[in-house]
């Protein structure tokens, strides 16, 4: 009877004895899973575009979960996800104004001229440096290679004439095109604005009439014919404050270069 009871307690106190180990162990290295963390990962659109600034959806979500970024942050989601995060983190969004990329250049190949033919690396930063800014005679104007389109992660930036234009609906307002353009003239306006002062030159309207058909002179015009005195010449061309334009159009309408469009 012994030969048989004694192997049994044995081989019961191991398993018992290991069942408690493993049982330590569990709880030892037990991965604690962050529901909210979880939550936010699956409410990612999942493009891993980079628009956020971080690397990818996962990252993003652990930089809000963290409270290093906000929940607006995600141009591609927009305010439906960034209120659906907010919710998750049990904080409120407060309104915000849509906005989108606008390439302060109307200076097509036909209205704006090239002091050269360029047929070097088809990349505005490469081209930018050579030969005093490129081939176009501005050198505040689109430099026209495309390296705007090319980190678009939505395709809304087209090439047409020799200059880069942006289809609004589209755009996601990341702001990859604004840093990656080497002469900063792409700018982030009010989506729903309708007005847009199409030039950024700083030279004086003298040297403007020279090359550009549609270059802002700094006339004052526009200035003096707002209605709500929204606009300001300011480094030799005009700017608007949306927080005040209407979008009345007396400014496009009284424009002598057509610079402002509406």
Do not use: W
Not at 73 to 101: N, Q, Y
Not at 108 to 118: G, H, K, M, P, Q
Not at 151 to 176: R, S
Request: hydrophobic share 40%; net charge positive.
């Amino acid at each position: 009877m012994l030969n048989i009871l004694f192997p049994v307690l044995v081989i019961g106190g191991l398993g018992m004895v290991l069942g408690l180990g493993l049982g330590a162990a569990s709880q030892i290295f037990k991965v604690h899973i962050d529901e909210r963390l979880a939550e936010l990962m699956r409410a990612m659109p999942g493009a891993n575009c980079g628009a956020c600034s971080f690397a990818g959806c996962d990252a993003f979500a652990r930089a809000v979960n963290a409270g290093t970024a906000k929940a607006s942050g995600c141009p591609l989601g927009g305010a439906a996800l960034a209120k659906h995060v907010a919710e998750i983190m049990g904080e409120e969004v407060g309104d915000t104004t849509k906005m989108t990329a606008v390439i302060r250049c109307y200076g097509t190949s036909e209205l704006a001229f090239d002091r050269y033919n360029y047929f070097g690396m088809q990349d505005c930063a490469a081209a930018n440096t050579v030969a005093g800014g490129g081939s176009k005679a501005c050198s505040y104007g689109c430099v026209g290679l495309s390296s705007c389109a090319r980190v678009c992660p939505v395709n809304a930036i087209i090439m047409d004439e020799g200059l880069a234009k942006v289809d609004k609906d589209k755009c996601i307002a990341c702001t990859l095109c604004v840093s990656k353009c080497p002469r900063g003239i792409i700018e982030m306006q009010p989506y729903d604005s309708v007005t847009r002062v199409m030039c950024c030159s700083k030279d004086t309207g003298r040297i403007v009439r020279g090359y550009c058909k549609v270059g802002c002179i700094a006339c004052g015009i526009c200035v003096k014919q707002c209605p709500e005195g929204a606009l300001r010449v300011e480094d030799n061309f005009a700017v608007i404050d949306y927080g005040k334009c209407t979008d009345c159009g007396v400014c496009a309408e009284k424009c002598p270069m057509k610079t402002i469009r509406g």
